[in-house]
């Protein structure tokens, strides 16, 4: 038996588990693995993480936020068994009502799930966030590497580094103004694949959190902006409008500077998931992520319109490529 197998098997058998009937789940962009696991004799259900120690993989963050979540009241899984050491986290199964699903099998109540999903963060605006990393807007604009070193490289050929550390530079800058606002705990991958509907539960709660691992510290609007410019799903014009008056309203936030924080927050996180999306395709063979591109390439050329990326958008219009099918072809291939 495979030292992983086995390792696995100990951990069940320190848990009630240690009999229950096991089936692999979906997983995500990361190593991880996921199992549910089922008690033969109740029904009831649990679910395994399995994620390997190795570079950027570590359970101890995922442990420690879903903890301090619950703490808010929010619906984090509870942490069942932990052998950090192992990468091992047996954590409450919240079901499978993703948004995503939920959406498109009941869109009348899509205006509801966003806007519980928008409650989410005013929660965590709410309460002192634990100690984390808060990226500077140096580190906010280096992030967008990938976009240069992974997607364009690919279409057009290596990138010019001289062209990206300018545009680095002046990304920063506009960063900066952005990032005045006093940071708050944002989940990071805030969308309708991380997002479950729990329709038992009240208010905030309804909405189960699964991936905050790699939460920060960072500008309030960062997860509205994960949640409205869904690289996965598209968000139609009304729910976003609708969404983001209801964020208004229960936080106070001015509108002009919110919609400047979505633009350049926006811009940033999706030059980002292009150069991401564009090296899961070539380097971990995940074509399906390019199948995502083209709704990618949309929010960035929208965040782009505005005046408060005038700065840059000419560099990018000419640096980063269109995802069409001549381009796409090209990611598909493994370097």
Request: proline fraction near 8%; charged fraction near 25%; include cysteine.
């Amino acid at each position: 038996m495979p030292d992983r197998a086995a390792r696995i098997i100990a951990f069940l058998a320190a848990t009630p588990w240690a009999g229950a009937e096991r089936a692999p789940l979906a997983g995500d962009a990361s190593p991880r693995r996921y199992e549910r696991l089922r008690d033969p004799e109740s029904g009831a259900t649990a679910v395994l993480m399995d994620a390997p120690p190795g570079p950027g993989e570590d359970v101890r963050p995922f442990e420690r936020l879903a903890r301090h979540l619950r703490d808010m009241g929010l619906s984090a899984p509870e942490i069942l068994a932990s052998d950090a050491e192992a990468g091992l986290l047996l954590i409450e199964d919240l079901g499978d009502a993703l948004f995503i699903r939920r959406t498109a099998e009941a869109p009348e109540q899509e205006e509801t799930l966003y806007r519980a999903a928008a409650d989410v963060l005013v929660e965590l605006q709410r309460h002192p966030a634990p100690a984390l990393e808060t990226p500077t807007p140096q580190q906010l604009a280096a992030m967008t590497d990938l976009a240069f070193t992974h997607y364009a490289a690919a279409i057009t050929g290596p990138c010019d580094e001289m062209v990206m550390e300018r545009f680095q530079s002046r990304f920063a800058d506009i960063l900066g103004e952005v990032l005045s606002a006093a940071p708050v705990l944002a989940l990071r991958d805030y969308h309708a694949e991380n997002l479950l509907w729990l329709e038992r539960r009240a208010g905030a709660a309804r909405v189960g959190l699964l991936d905050f691992q790699d939460a920060i510290l960072t500008h309030p609007a960062y997860d509205l902006v994960s949640l409205l410019q869904d690289a996965r799903r598209d968000v139609s014009p009304a729910i976003e409008q609708a969404t983001i008056a209801h964020y208004i309203a229960r936080t106070g936030s001015d509108p002009q500077r919110l919609a400047t924080a979505c633009a350049v927050l926006g811009v940033q996180r999706n030059l980002r998931i292009l150069g991401v999306f564009a090296r899961l395709a070539r380097e971990r063979d995940k074509p399906r992520y390019l199948d995502l591109l083209p709704r990618v390439w949309k929010h960035l050329a929208r965040g782009l319109d505005h005046p408060a990326l005038a700065g840059v958008a000419d560099t990018l219009w000419r640096e980063i490529p269109q995802p069409s099918p001549q381009a796409v072809a090209k990611l598909s291939r493994r370097p």
